[in-house]
């Protein structure tokens, strides 16, 4: 298969509500889609899930349009003929860009799949016909709000609930969910906000019962995270600390991390994630799908690979309108708790181009020499 052109549409859309975590508050998510033409007549669909600052990560979505079209697109261009398998390779000269590099593998491999009648779920070894949803709840202004918001979440079904925390909004907020919820699965999420100095603080979250806390230390901080695993009871989660399959086999020989969270784009892929799947599943490590405030595109994707047996917790894959009013796909709808994983091939959603015509904000085709 050869590519044709790869079109890059930045787009907006307003989230239903402010998410803040220790990073910032996002009020609509922007971010870069993909489509990519190749010479045999199929489109391959994908989003890349840098935000619009490097706040979460160092990419972001206007430095992901540039790596691609200055760096990313010619490489593969200049390979030619290619298979999605292929991709991470002819990329790996070029350090980091993970985003933005699974991005283009996504995009390559939606392509394929499609021409072969193949979807993304039976490709990644799905071996579910639905997955369980958490939900991921911001920093709110006050403790009435997030009552009101969890509450809400509560009534549609989520299986999990994750608070995000930061000094100042935590052990309170925690102990009051958990007062009000005796028995939900709870966890909390960080986002790097503390530092080796809080284990006693971070000890004070021993008594809620969590099922993990997620990247309490900076990313590069994977030691300080195996020292405050020796001090807390709460399992400690990666997330932005696992960039590859190397880094998460570091991790976990390092006791830093008892469970893993896989976000395809914060690993380069969907192929690289499932090895990060197979090395947890040998390693009994428990897994769950991450999210990045995905559109129906990346959630599709998203909701195939969590449907992997290694996936046991319930992910950040939330419903469409956990999100947004209208998504740029069919929507996600949740059914008990659940969200069912697309069947038809490649990422298996329809895409609703007069939508993404109205919130583009900047659209570029990059044409094959
Ligand atoms: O740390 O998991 C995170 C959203 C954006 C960036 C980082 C994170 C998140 C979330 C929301 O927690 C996950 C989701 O529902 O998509
Ligand atoms: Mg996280």
Not at 57 to 83: C, N, W
Not at 304 to 313: C, H, K, R
Request: aromatic share 6%.
């Amino acid at each position: 298969m050869r590519i044709k052109n790869v079109e890059l549409r930045i787009i907006k859309l307003p989230l239903v509500r402010p998410f803040r975590t220790s990073f910032g508050t996002q009020y609509e998510r922007e971010l870069l889609l993909l489509k990519i033409n190749t010479n045999e007549g199929s489109e391959g669909w994908s989003e890349c899930v840098a935000m619009s600052e490097p706040l979460y990560s160092p990419e972001y979505t206007h430095a992901s349009q540039d790596v691609m079209e200055r760096f990313l697109l010619p490489k593969i261009f200049e390979f030619g003929d290619i298979r999605a398998e292929e991709v991470a390779d002819v990329m790996r000269p070029f350090l980091g860009h993970q985003m933005s590099k699974a991005a283009i593998e996504s995009a390559i491999l939606d392509a394929q799949l499609k021409l072969e009648g193949i979807s993304f779920g039976s490709y990644l070894g799905s071996t579910r016909e639905e997955v369980d949803c958490g939900v991921s709840v911001g920093i709110t202004p006050t403790i009435e709000k997030l009552v009101e918001e969890v509450s809400l979440y509560i009534s549609e079904g989520y299986r999990r609930i994750k608070l995000k925390i930061e000094p100042g909004w935590d052990i309170e907020p925690v102990g009051i969910i958990r007062e009000m919820w005796p028995d939900i699965p709870l966890q909390v999420d960080a986002n790097q906000a503390y530092t080796r100095a809080d284990s006693a603080h971070l000890k004070k979250l021993d008594p809620f019962s969590l099922l993990l806390i997620e990247q309490p230390l900076n990313e590069h901080d994977v030691l300080g995270h195996a020292m405050l695993a020796k001090e807390i009871a709460t399992p400690i989660c990666l997330d932005e600390s696992i960039t590859s399959l190397e880094s998460a086999r570091d991790a976990l020989a390092l006791k830093a991390t008892t469970i893993i969270n896989i976000k395809p784009g914060r690993v380069g892929g969907y192929l690289e994630s499932v090895k990060i799947h197979d090395l947890c599943v040998e390693s009994n490590i428990p897994v769950w799908c991450g999210g990045m405030l995905e559109t129906g595109i990346g959630r599709a994707a998203n909701i195939a690979l969590a449907a992997l047996p290694g996936f046991t917790l319930p992910g950040d894959t939330s419903a469409s309108s956990r999100y947004y009013h209208r998504d740029i796909t069919t929507p996600f709808v949740m059914e008990n708790g659940r969200l069912r994983v697309p069947t038809e091939p490649g990422i298996g959603v329809a895409v609703d181009l007069d939508f993404i015509e109205e919130i583009t904000t900047s659209r570029k085709v990059i044409v094959a020499p």
